[in-house]
């Protein structure tokens, strides 16, 4: 794989306004208001955590896979990728990122998917989709909006590795993350954010063993303050 | 293989199509010329709230691409069509489809009034208005195919449209494993670097074929996919 670039953050975990640990088979769905930063903390190493990203103002308007690694010419996410709607609009920009390559093409575990890929007795393990579909239904009798299942579309895996080859197959390699890796994106527009820290226990990267992350988000006032240090 | 012809309609370029390709049917496109392309999503026809999942349909057959083997998976797990033929061997799951902005940027904007059916569409309205005929809308948008383009990724992960992939005549064969709902549009791939608005027309062709034995192609391609097709079957039994 060819060398990635790394960027860090000038914020400090002191300086966050929010912070929460989502535990592995957790779902977790929080508004990030235009100019705040968010970051995600792989505290282990290699763990996936499956994030879908909505418009906050018309949940209508999502995240769109296909036309962010066009705009960007590459299907790797890292500094830099701006994240682009359905309706092509920015909803975030990457701008840190200490792993160094993101996945978006492999899409979120589900128990349906969980049969077809390993056996149809995998079932009735814990998936993705289900945490999604749990967020999406909590979320939505706390705020009264229509948000369900046809809102689920494509999703990024942060820290997950899934090279394509120039012959077209796609393949799943060891992670390229580690212990307190991180990737941090700053919103551009009111934007609703959806993970599920996957629960998978059927995937080699994370050695069977799916991992708490961290989530941090600082407002827009802090950078302001940094970038004049 | 045994399968006999229903009946056979040209859509011309930049059009937008829709119909519910029942299981048991298959949809032939052929190409109408070089420089052919068919932007496709797919809905199971009978509860919509299940569609084409890409990213499912390229990890479980551990492709990025589509060709002959290929199936298309929902998001529930089971096969809507598969692909039963094609002359190809590549057609590109990756690079989405246009709109307004980007035919507007790349061939300028001119509308109907100017250049009657001439005139420069865009897929992503063609997908939202076809989508609407079925009371379904923007929720209901997903990563969509493209039959006939080549998009190649590099070791460092950027993606190259490759030029002259499709011939007037090249094939791709669909086959409905339930009742799906098809909606392809003929515009021009959205990383196309032709500086030409060109309409280039596709025939399709639909077919009775016989149900996939225990040695299809499909079913063969990956033990992903015979898991796949007992799902699909068990939906029906
Ligand atoms: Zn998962």
Redesign the interface.
Known sequence: MTEAVITRSPRTPTEAIFMVDIEAGASFVHEIKRGQFVRIVDIEGNQAVDTLFYNAHDYADRYSAQDTIRAQGNIYLTTGTKLISTARNVLLTIVADTCGRHDTLGGACSAESNMVRYAIEKRSMHACRQSFLKGAIQWSDKTGRDFGKRDLTANINFFMNVPVTTSGKLTFEDGVSNAGKYVELQAETDTLIVISNCPQLNNPCNAYNPTPVRLLIWDAATNESMDQK | MSSEVLWEETLSGSSTWSHVLKRGTALRITAGGDHANVGAIFLNADNP?ERL????T???Q????LTTGAVL?S????ILCSITDDTLG?HDP????S?A?LVAEKYGALTYQKAHNDWHQNALDGFLLELEKYGL????????VNFFSKV????????QFVEGHAKDGSTVELRAEMNTLVILNTCQH??DSDREYRQTPVTLTLKRVPAPGSEDICRKFRP?NE??F??TERYFQ
């Open positions: 709230s999942n890409l990213p499912d390229l990890k479980a551990h492709i990025a691409r998976f998001d529930m797990g089971r590549w990756l690079g989405g489809c709109d902005t809308n923007r929720r209901d948008l997903m990563m969509n190649e990724v590099q070791e460092d992960g950027s993606m959205p990383m992903e898991r796949g007992l799902l």
